[in-house]
């Protein structure tokens, strides 16, 4: 007869397992409404420590040949040089946003005043006078209605009055906190930049001595194949950034020689920031190609009103063009020769670790985002080479047990050697 598939002592294992996963869940949840305040605290201060040292981590790598080089051709001190490639680089990256604000302030602005120049002067009032209404009819169907109503007409009460500075201190604190951990991240990622440069052998060296003895192998492992994987994805994505600004400078600057009021600077502005946001896998590439785009679609409207032609509009189509060409040459040869397959990585877990790392650290997790995925993927392939090594240790020595007992039924014995 066959037993059955479900014993009794089967289902009381089972009914064990899932009552203590049950407890546990039960646990942890009022465990987190208990602490939900303690947690967050924590998790904040863990944050405010942890991004910047991140942020500090991966920019070394970038930092630090930067450094090296000041050092050997400058003849200067070690420290003075990682100094000044810090200075370089955080000049370097305010230049870029100052530009980036800039262009973007001052083109959305052209839009702005293009698109009103098209509305005549009744529309425009009309639309003003409706949004007055909204407005009113917001403030009407709300608090702050009654509370100014009672303010003006009856004095407001003590308890009204301390309600509405409660909500504008909470609202500033909220503004105040987030102030300070933007300052904390500008002023911590420098100082852990200069050490990290400095003393990255030692800081890691004692790092994996806090590791047990038998695993403290396999973290040093680990943390050289990251370093590995960490430089090359960086040597590769620099030298993939060059390539772009020099398709872009090239191209936007022969386009430039055609389309009137686009000047070369500017089409070798356009280029920098179309390199710098290819280190946004997927995105950057298109969120850098909006800045020309947008420029174009400014003199575009602003051209429409003096009864101009289409120029501007066949630019934006061929810079589009030149940008779809860019990317079928990157995916198809540039990125797989340059970057190869140490960093290879699959696109759908690129993605996935967009939004993971995204979520949890904001923008610094998506320029992270890529090197993060490497380290995982590299743990994860030490992991399974040290298994593949332990199966065929296993499988040889089941081979030589079981070769034994048929060398002893054959007779065949040992012998040893004349002297």
Do not use: C
Request: no cysteine.
């Amino acid at each position: 007869m066959n037993k059955p598939w479900l014993t009794k002592e089967k289902l009381i294992h089972y009914l064990l397992v899932v009552s203590l996963i049950t407890i546990t869940i039960i646990g942890l949840y009022f465990l987190q409404l208990l602490t939900k305040n303690s947690l967050i605290r924590i998790y904040n201060a863990i944050n405010s420590v942890l991004i910047p040292f991140i942020i500090a981590f991966f920019l070394s790598f970038i930092i630090g040949p930067l450094s090296n080089v000041i050092h050997k051709k400058l003849k200067i001190k070690r420290g003075i040089a990682i100094i000044l490639a810090i200075l370089i680089g955080i000049i370097f990256i305010l230049g870029v946003i100052g530009i980036a604000v800039y262009f973007i302030i001052t083109q959305m602005s052209s839009i702005i005043n293009s698109l009103l120049a098209y509305i005549d002067n009744e529309s425009l009032s009309s639309v003003i006078n409706d949004m007055m209404n909204t407005i009113m009819a917001y403030f009407e169907s709300s608090d702050i209605a009654d509370l100014i109503s009672e303010m003006t007409q009856n004095g407001a009460s003590i308890e009204r009055i301390l309600g509405l500075a409660g909500s504008v201190l909470v609202t500033l604190s909220g503004f105040a906190s987030s102030l300070f951990g933007i300052i904390m991240i500008f002023v911590l990622t420098p100082v852990f930049m200069f050490y990290l440069i400095s003393e990255k052998e030692y800081i890691f060296t004692n790092i994996s001595k806090v590791a047990p003895k038998k695993v403290r192998p396999h973290v040093v492992e680990l943390g050289r194949r990251s370093d590995v994987v960490i430089r090359n994805y960086f040597k590769g994505q620099g030298l993939m950034m060059l390539i772009i600004f020099l398709f872009f400078s090239v191209t936007l600057s022969i386009l430039s020689l055609f389309v009137p009021s686009f000047p070369v600077y500017y089409a070798l502005i356009f280029a920098t920031l179309m390199g710098l946001f290819n280190i946004i896998p997927y995105l950057g590439a298109w969120l850098g190609v909006m800045a020309p785009l947008i420029f174009l679609l400014t003199k575009h409207l602003e051209l429409q009103l003096n009864g101009g032609g289409n120029i501007f509009l066949i630019a934006m189509i061929i810079v589009i063009g030149l940008q779809l060409v860019e990317q079928a040459l990157e995916g198809s040869i540039i990125q797989p020769n340059v970057l190869g397959k140490q960093v290879h990585i699959h696109p759908l877990a690129v993605l996935s670790a967009l939004l993971f790392f995204g979520g949890v650290f904001g923008f610094a997790g998506v320029l992270l985002a890529v090197p993060l995925t490497g380290t995982i993927k590299a743990s994860i392939d030490y992991f399974g080479e040290l298994n593949d090594k332990a199966e065929r240790e296993q499988k040889t020595n089941d081979i030589e047990n079981n070769e034994e007992p048929k060398k002893k039924k054959m007779g065949i014995k040992k012998t040893k050697p004349k002297a």
